[in-house]
């Protein structure tokens, strides 16, 4: 079981907007920046947002991030079928001095 | 532009050991920190080890503590994962990745089987 917890699975039609939410605790989201990442096994995953809401060079603004609180969610719109992939918060938890992610949501475009 | 190959991955047996090797394009590993991280089959993304730029700290997941070591050689740009005492629970592609907390960069992934 992760320490950080998303929803297995979300879905939403092509151009259509998604959230994926991220809950941890104030050992881990709560005091620390939240990364996400997208990852299709077999591929090298990909950083899109660092620092709660930052992207990196090259991240589309489809997608975005926020924190609140011990909760961070990704949003992203315009949804492609290319965005179909595995979405993972990550961030360092205080308490346990590690890096801790999300189990993971997995993003159908229909 | 910064690339990372890992090599070594293959199939050993319960109890055997392995070397996992990370080759950055430039050099990248005194200046960032860098990790391992892996992915089981159906499973999803677990760190398991993070080393300093500074080289002064190492980090390991509890999972995989006293059985695996993280160590870099900064001459040739390369970063390893010494594995032992491998289990099962072990199998997974493994990516060496760069960054403190957000990994902005990834190698494609070696594949470690352990199975008898």
Known sequence: QSVLTQPPSVSAAPG?????????????????????????????????????????????????GSKSGTSATLGITGLQTGDEADYFCGTWDSSLSVVVFGGGTQLTVL | EVQLLESGGGLVQPGGSLRLSCVASTS????????????????????????TDSGANIYLADSVKGRFTISRDISTNSLYLHMTSLRVEDTAVYYCARGLIAFDLWGQGTLVTVSS
């Open chain 2, 28 to 51: 990248t590993f005194s200046t960032y920190a860098v990790n391992w991280v892996r992915r089981a089959p159906g499973k999803g993304l677990e760190w398991v080890s993070t080393l």
């Open chain 1, 16 to 64: 259509q907007k998604v959230t994926i939410s991220c809950s941890g605790s104030s050992s881990n989201i709560g005091n620390n920046y939240v990364s996400w990442y997208q990852h299709l096994p077999g591929t090298a995953p990909k950083l899109l947002i660092y620092e709660n809401n930052r992207r990196p060079s090259g991240i589309p603004d489809r997608f975005s």
